[in-house]
Protein backbone atom coordinates (compact mmCIF):
# COMPACT_ATOMS: atom_id res chain seq x y z
CA UNK A 1 0.00 0.00 0.00
CA UNK A 2 1.28 3.50 -1.47
CA UNK A 3 0.90 6.00 1.06
CA UNK A 4 2.50 8.66 3.51
CA UNK A 5 3.16 7.38 7.61
CA UNK A 6 3.67 10.21 10.34
CA UNK A 7 5.09 9.08 13.77
CA UNK A 8 4.08 9.03 16.58
CA UNK A 9 0.29 10.01 16.49
CA UNK A 10 0.58 11.99 19.64
CA UNK A 11 3.49 13.63 21.35
CA UNK A 12 4.23 15.09 24.51
CA UNK A 13 7.53 17.91 24.81
CA UNK A 14 8.83 18.94 27.95
CA UNK A 15 9.72 22.75 28.50
CA UNK A 16 13.22 23.16 26.72
CA UNK A 17 13.15 19.70 24.85
CA UNK A 18 13.51 19.37 20.74
CA UNK A 19 11.34 16.60 20.17
CA UNK A 20 11.47 14.85 16.31
CA UNK A 21 7.95 14.25 14.11
CA UNK A 22 8.86 11.04 11.68
CA UNK A 23 7.46 11.51 8.56
CA UNK A 24 7.90 8.76 5.47
CA UNK A 25 6.61 7.94 2.11
CA UNK A 26 6.73 5.42 -0.94
CA UNK A 27 4.99 7.13 -3.52
CA UNK A 28 8.15 8.23 -5.00
CA UNK A 29 6.89 11.39 -4.49
CA UNK A 30 10.24 14.47 -5.21
CA UNK A 31 8.48 17.14 -2.86
CA UNK A 32 7.82 16.84 0.78
CA UNK A 33 6.19 19.58 3.35
CA UNK A 34 5.50 19.96 6.71
CA UNK A 35 2.64 21.96 7.88
CA UNK A 36 1.28 23.32 10.96
CA UNK A 37 -2.65 23.72 11.67
CA UNK A 38 -4.14 25.70 14.85
CA UNK A 39 -7.44 25.55 15.55
CA UNK A 40 -9.61 28.32 13.32
CA UNK A 41 -6.16 28.13 11.43
CA UNK A 42 -5.22 27.27 7.82
CA UNK A 43 -2.61 25.22 7.18
CA UNK A 44 0.69 27.09 7.45
CA UNK A 45 3.81 25.90 5.83
CA UNK A 46 6.57 25.49 8.04
CA UNK A 47 9.53 23.88 5.26
CA UNK A 48 9.12 22.04 2.45
CA UNK A 49 11.74 20.39 0.05
CA UNK A 50 11.13 19.36 -3.52
CA UNK A 51 14.74 17.36 -4.26
CA UNK A 52 16.79 14.97 -1.47
CA UNK A 53 19.33 17.72 0.04
CA UNK A 54 17.27 20.47 -0.25
CA UNK A 55 15.07 22.55 1.81
CA UNK A 56 13.17 25.68 1.89
CA UNK A 57 11.85 27.80 4.62
CA UNK A 58 8.02 28.46 4.59
CA UNK A 59 6.28 30.87 6.41
CA UNK A 60 6.94 29.89 9.86
CA UNK A 61 10.30 28.18 9.79
CA UNK A 62 11.62 29.66 13.28
CA UNK A 63 12.04 27.27 16.34
CA UNK A 64 11.79 24.32 13.47
CA UNK A 65 14.75 22.37 11.69
CA UNK A 66 14.25 19.71 8.44
CA UNK A 67 16.62 17.21 6.99
CA UNK A 68 15.98 15.46 3.70
CA UNK A 69 18.73 12.99 3.23
CA UNK A 70 16.83 10.20 1.43
CA UNK A 71 13.50 10.78 -0.70
CA UNK A 72 11.43 8.77 1.19
CA UNK A 73 12.08 10.96 4.39
CA UNK A 74 11.68 14.25 5.75
CA UNK A 75 11.58 14.58 9.40
CA UNK A 76 10.70 17.75 11.39
CA UNK A 77 12.44 18.77 14.43
CA UNK A 78 10.36 21.15 17.02
CA UNK A 79 13.29 22.38 18.58
CA UNK A 80 13.25 24.64 22.14
CA UNK A 81 13.38 27.77 20.67
CA UNK A 82 9.60 27.13 19.28
CA UNK A 83 7.84 28.62 22.24
CA UNK A 84 4.42 27.58 20.89
CA UNK A 85 4.49 24.16 19.52
CA UNK A 86 1.15 22.60 20.68
CA UNK A 87 -0.38 21.89 17.28
CA UNK A 88 -1.64 19.35 14.84
CA UNK A 89 1.59 18.73 12.38
CA UNK A 90 0.83 17.52 8.84
CA UNK A 91 2.97 16.02 6.18
CA UNK A 92 2.42 15.89 3.02
CA UNK A 93 4.27 15.35 -0.78
CA UNK A 94 3.52 15.88 -4.37
CA UNK A 95 4.91 14.41 -7.95
CA UNK A 96 5.27 17.68 -10.16
CA UNK A 97 4.70 15.70 -12.89
CA UNK A 98 0.76 14.91 -11.14
CA UNK A 99 -0.85 18.52 -11.22
CA UNK A 100 1.66 18.87 -7.80
CA UNK A 101 -1.55 17.52 -5.72
CA UNK A 102 -0.25 17.03 -2.29
CA UNK A 103 -1.29 14.27 -0.18
CA UNK A 104 -1.09 13.82 3.53
CA UNK A 105 -0.41 11.65 6.21
CA UNK A 106 -2.24 11.28 9.20
CA UNK A 107 -0.79 14.15 11.78
CA UNK A 108 1.14 14.35 14.70
CA UNK A 109 -0.34 15.91 17.52
CA UNK A 110 1.70 17.74 19.80
CA UNK A 111 1.44 19.07 23.26
CA UNK A 112 3.64 20.79 25.64
CA UNK A 113 3.78 18.91 29.32
CA UNK B 1 0.84 38.75 0.97
CA UNK B 2 -1.04 35.71 -0.17
CA UNK B 3 -4.87 36.34 0.86
CA UNK B 4 -7.37 32.84 0.48
CA UNK B 5 -10.91 33.68 1.73
CA UNK B 6 -13.55 31.59 2.48
CA UNK B 7 -16.54 31.35 4.73
CA UNK B 8 -16.09 30.40 8.28
CA UNK B 9 -18.98 28.13 9.02
CA UNK B 10 -22.02 26.69 6.57
CA UNK B 11 -25.13 24.48 7.73
CA UNK B 12 -27.32 22.18 5.64
CA UNK B 13 -29.75 19.72 5.76
CA UNK B 14 -29.23 16.26 4.29
CA UNK B 15 -30.13 15.83 0.34
CA UNK B 16 -29.76 19.32 0.17
CA UNK B 17 -27.41 21.39 -2.09
CA UNK B 18 -24.08 23.54 -0.77
CA UNK B 19 -21.65 25.50 -2.08
CA UNK B 20 -18.70 26.81 -0.58
CA UNK B 21 -17.17 29.73 -2.62
CA UNK B 22 -13.45 31.05 -2.05
CA UNK B 23 -11.63 34.13 -3.13
CA UNK B 24 -8.08 34.90 -3.70
CA UNK B 25 -5.31 36.72 -4.37
CA UNK B 26 -1.82 35.76 -5.47
CA UNK B 27 1.14 36.75 -6.70
CA UNK B 28 1.40 33.84 -9.17
CA UNK B 29 -1.34 30.94 -9.95
CA UNK B 30 -0.93 27.03 -10.89
CA UNK B 31 -4.40 25.42 -10.02
CA UNK B 32 -6.85 25.96 -7.51
CA UNK B 33 -7.27 23.02 -5.08
CA UNK B 34 -10.14 21.50 -2.43
CA UNK B 35 -9.60 19.21 0.12
CA UNK B 36 -11.90 17.54 3.07
CA UNK B 37 -10.73 17.53 6.30
CA UNK B 38 -12.94 15.37 9.40
CA UNK B 39 -12.12 16.79 12.88
CA UNK B 40 -8.59 15.00 14.11
CA UNK B 41 -7.84 13.39 10.33
CA UNK B 42 -5.56 14.46 7.69
CA UNK B 43 -7.22 16.68 4.51
CA UNK B 44 -7.92 14.37 1.38
CA UNK B 45 -8.09 15.73 -2.23
CA UNK B 46 -11.60 16.15 -3.65
CA UNK B 47 -10.92 17.96 -6.70
CA UNK B 48 -8.00 20.73 -8.75
CA UNK B 49 -8.88 23.15 -11.19
CA UNK B 50 -6.12 25.38 -13.34
CA UNK B 51 -8.14 26.12 -16.30
CA UNK B 52 -11.78 27.87 -16.32
CA UNK B 53 -14.81 26.22 -15.81
CA UNK B 54 -16.62 23.26 -13.94
CA UNK B 55 -15.22 20.07 -12.94
CA UNK B 56 -17.21 17.43 -12.28
CA UNK B 57 -16.97 14.19 -10.12
CA UNK B 58 -19.89 12.52 -8.72
CA UNK B 59 -21.36 14.31 -6.18
CA UNK B 60 -18.96 17.14 -6.14
CA UNK B 61 -18.43 19.90 -8.73
CA UNK B 62 -15.53 22.92 -8.71
CA UNK B 63 -15.48 25.89 -10.89
CA UNK B 64 -12.92 28.37 -11.30
CA UNK B 65 -12.92 31.82 -12.69
CA UNK B 66 -9.47 32.98 -12.71
CA UNK B 67 -10.02 36.65 -14.39
CA UNK B 68 -12.22 36.79 -10.99
CA UNK B 69 -10.27 35.15 -8.66
CA UNK B 70 -13.06 33.16 -7.68
CA UNK B 71 -13.88 29.47 -7.40
CA UNK B 72 -16.75 27.50 -5.46
CA UNK B 73 -17.11 23.53 -4.24
CA UNK B 74 -20.65 22.38 -5.21
CA UNK B 75 -21.67 19.70 -2.97
CA UNK B 76 -24.91 17.57 -4.04
CA UNK B 77 -27.42 15.48 -2.51
CA UNK B 78 -25.83 16.00 0.96
CA UNK B 79 -25.00 13.12 3.63
CA UNK B 80 -24.14 13.30 6.99
CA UNK B 81 -20.62 11.80 6.44
CA UNK B 82 -20.13 15.46 4.56
CA UNK B 83 -20.07 17.02 7.83
CA UNK B 84 -16.32 18.43 7.61
CA UNK B 85 -13.98 20.97 7.13
CA UNK B 86 -13.79 21.74 3.58
CA UNK B 87 -10.02 23.63 2.74
CA UNK B 88 -9.39 25.94 -0.55
CA UNK B 89 -5.70 25.92 -1.46
CA UNK B 90 -4.20 27.91 -4.55
CA UNK B 91 -0.76 26.89 -5.95
CA UNK B 92 1.95 29.66 -6.35
CA UNK B 93 4.53 29.28 -8.73
CA UNK B 94 5.88 32.13 -8.61
CA UNK B 95 9.45 32.02 -7.87
CA UNK B 96 9.44 28.47 -7.98
CA UNK B 97 9.48 25.82 -10.57
CA UNK B 98 7.35 23.44 -8.20
CA UNK B 99 5.08 26.04 -6.29
CA UNK B 100 3.79 25.76 -3.11
CA UNK B 101 0.29 26.01 -1.68
CA UNK B 102 -1.58 28.84 0.41
CA UNK B 103 -4.27 27.68 2.22
CA UNK B 104 -7.89 29.24 3.12
CA UNK B 105 -8.74 29.04 7.09
CA UNK B 106 -11.23 26.17 5.96
CA UNK B 107 -15.22 26.19 5.35
CA UNK B 108 -16.72 24.12 8.86
CA UNK B 109 -20.17 22.53 6.92
CA UNK B 110 -22.67 20.96 9.64
CA UNK B 111 -25.17 18.74 7.25
CA UNK B 112 -28.55 18.52 9.47
CA UNK B 113 -30.70 15.19 9.52
Known amino acids: DGGITQSPKYLFRKEGQNVTLSCEQN?????MYWYRQDPGQGLRLIYYSQIVNDFQKGDIAEGYSVSREKKESFPLTVTSAQKNPTAFYLC????????????FGAGTRLSVL | GQNIDQPTEMTATEGAIVQINCTYQTSGFNGLFWYQQHAGEAPTFLSY????GLEEKGRFSSFLSRSKGYSYLLLKELQMKDSASYLCAVNNDRGSTLGRLYFGRGTQLTVWP
Open chain 2, 49 to 52: NVLD
Open chain 1, 27 to 31: LNHDA
Open chain 1, 92 to 103: ASSSPGAKNIQY
